[in-house]
């Protein structure tokens, strides 16, 4: 071959890896944790859990550590295209609030937070 030619090399994609857990990303944690810092500061959360599982990733807050999860974020990317990947859900397990954005599906938790301040 003359000079610096490269011959062409066949790309071979890799194997596609099962997706072992669904997760957060870094900007989807911090902006939950965020959240709860905020509700912890104003008294109404006092604990969380978060459970990764093959099918949705999901973070609970509790008011006390030994009952049921006050509100349950839920990202469940095989619901992408359909209804939204985040769901919020309450302490019943009713959905209350389901999207294809985070900050959408947080709005009536962070609605919680305002007050109305007197002049």
Do not use: C
Not at 57 to 82: H, Y
């Amino acid at each position: 071959m003359p000079g610096n030619v490269v011959p062409l090399v066949p790309v071979v994609p890799l194997a596609a890896r099962p997706v072992l857990q669904v997760a957060f990303d870094r900007l989807e944690l911090l902006r939950i944790l965020d959240l709860y810092g905020r509700m912890v500061a104003a008294g109404l959360w006092r604990d969380y859990a978060m459970d990764f599982g093959r099918e949705a990733a999901s973070f609970s807050v509790f008011r006390r550590t030994a009952e049921r999860p006050t509100a349950r974020i839920e990202k469940r990317p095989a619901l992408r295209g359909r209804q939204g990947m985040w769901a919020l859900y309450g302490e019943a397990g009713q959905v209350l609030k389901r999207g294809h954005e985070l900050a959408g599906v947080l709005s009536p938790l962070e609605r919680r937070l305002l007050k109305v301040v007197e002049d």
